[in-house]
């Protein structure tokens, strides 16, 4: 059972320039977290989706920011015109549906996690 | 969400058990006590999850006192693969899928 899969691992982009970070949850895993991380912090919630839901927004920037996790394919979290205070690893995290939650709760597996460098 | 409070860092020597304490004075009836490793360029793993006494499994043991305002996540004879930011996580399960707030975590340095 593979884990969760975040690509690429590294991407790097130039100011102004888009980035796409992907993140495919695990088998039978159907919410999925974007998280973000800069050097020697802990990481900070940014969204929560759900299949075609956005469920939680409140760690996102209001602006140049998104996310979706559509019915068929791989979460995307995006990012336009990127800046240099975008640069972190973005990590991303799933979860079974709530309805086996009952014993391990709430429990989030991690991808390996996206660097996003801004040059 | 109860603020939790844990030390910066530890150094260990391989081999020996170490203790890492997190306080949550501020813990509410239904928060649950979560540990989470992340070893450099990884994300977090989930470790252990306890509610009150003592919860083991085979990573590591977590002890929480009866007033469950602090928690301590116990690794029996720490090698040097143990080295790695642990994070302490209080929080609500309530049996829907929710955020996770992380703090700073301690950062474990075992040596030879």
């Known amino acids: 059972n593979a884990g969760v899969m975040q690509n690429p691992r590294h991407l790097v982009r130039r100011r102004g320039q888009e980035a796409r970070l992907r993140c495919s949850p695990m088998?039978?895993?159907?919410?999925v977290y974007w998280y973000r991380q800069l050097p020697e912090e802990g990481l900070k919630f940014m969204v929560y989706l759900q299949k075609e839901n956005i469920i939680d927004e409140s760690g996102m920037p209001k602006e140049r920011f998104s996310a979706e996790f559509p019915k068929e394919g791989p979460s995307i979290l995006r990012i336009q015109q990127v800046v240099r205070g975008d640069s972190a690893a973005y990590f991303c995290a799933s979860s079974p549906p709530t309805g086996r939650q009952t014993l391990a709760k709430n429990i989030q597996y991690f991808g390996a996690g996206t660097r996003l460098s801004v040059l | 969400l109860a603020k939790t409070t844990q030390p910066i860092s530890m150094d260990s020597y391989e081999g020996q058990e170490v203790n890492i304490t997190c306080s949550h004075n501020n813990i509410a009836t239904n928060d649950y006590i979560t540990w989470y490793q992340q070893f450099p360029s990884q994300g977090p793993r989930f470790i252990i999850q306890g509610y009150k006494t003592k919860v083991t499994n085979e990573v590591a043991s977590l002890f929480i006192p009866a007033d469950r305002k602090s928690s301590t996540l116990s690794l029996p004879r720490v090698s040097l693969s143990d080295t790695a930011v642990y994070y302490c996580l209080v929080g609500v399960i309530t049996g829907t899928a929710s955020k996770l707030t992380f703090g700073t975590g301690t950062r474990l340095q075992v040596t030879l």
């Open positions: 088998k039978g895993h159907s919410h």
